[in-house]
């Protein structure tokens, strides 16, 4: 079902373990879920265009301070296809990233990817 017993949305959070690489900044280049898109039950879900949408935020220092929510859809009904992924992050010595969703929709991660560029600047 996918709500609280009073109809109220469930919060889904995973947060990742701190993403280093021998202690030199790293540029996170992209973030990507594999997960379950286009499994909307949503009743007339296709009808509206209802997207279902899951939030990423990610902190540069090892969850001292954290970005703002950037938002992707899982898709339509039916689009199996979607992918779920964020580009250009940004600059930080020890990453983790925080994923949520809200949408009452079957959510399943089966993998976070990153990709990201180690510089050769040590702290």
Known sequence: KHTEWDGRWIKRLRRSPVIVSNLSKLI???FALICNVGMTEVLDASADGYKPR?????????????GNYITETLGQA?????????????????????????DPVDF????????????????
């Not at 992050?89 to 925080?98: A, K």
């Not at 399943?108 to 702290?123: D, S």
């Open 28 to 30: 996170l280049n992209e």
């Open 54 to 66: 899951v939030m990423m935020r990610y902190s540069g220092d090892g969850g001292l301070t954290w």
């Open 78 to 102: 039916g689009d199996y296809e979607q992918n779920v992924r964020w580009t250009d992050l940004g600059m930080g010595t020890l990453f983790v990233i925080e994923v949520m969703l809200t």
């Open 108 to 123: 399943q991660i089966a993998i976070g990817k990153t990709r990201y560029t180690a510089t050769r600047t040590f702290i």
